[in-house]
């Protein structure tokens, strides 16, 4: 997600796995051009030692629902961008879930079904685009 506007920058559909995930989400965070630290929002099943320490060494900030072991501390934590972040990526996949009937899927395979995905959060990014039109002075 990108953060000042909320839209969907990047998707990838994996089979459900306890590594899949984290994989996914360091593949997608190295792809990310220049030099500039960035963040990553994920809900506590990514709060792992090392999924934390690889972030750091990608320059990202996790902003990762925390458990009590976490390695997340009040560095992260402190700032009102953290809960705000996290909020807005919980938006999208309610969304997805509900508006883009997403929550039980329609097709089998992952060639499908992220096709699909992929197709809902390009629609989710246009009603919000639409939403951010409006709203804008």
Do not use: C
């Not at 960035?38 to 090392?50: C, I, N, P």
């Not at 390695?71 to 883009?100: C, M, N, Q, S």
């Not at 992952?110 to 959060?121: D, P």
């Amino acid at each position: 997600m990108e953060n000042r506007n909320g839209l969907v920058v990047n998707t990838r559909l994996t089979q459900a796995s306890g590594k899949a995930e984290p994989q996914s989400a360091l593949a997608m965070v190295e792809e990310i051009s220049g030099s500039r630290r960035v963040t990553l929002g994920a809900d506590k099943g990514y709060d792992s030692r090392e999924f934390v320490r690889e972030l750091r060494d990608h320059q990202t900030t996790p902003h990762i629902a925390h458990k009590p072991t976490s390695l997340i501390d009040d560095r992260t934590t402190r700032h009102p961008g953290y809960a705000i972040k996290r909020k807005r990526v919980e938006e999208i996949f309610g969304w997805l879930k509900t508006v883009a009937t997403l929550r039980k899927t329609r097709h089998r395979g992952l060639a499908r079904v992220g096709w699909m995905f992929t197709f809902a959060t390009a629609a989710y990014n246009l009603v919000r685009m639409r939403n951010l039109a409006l709203a804008a002075p």
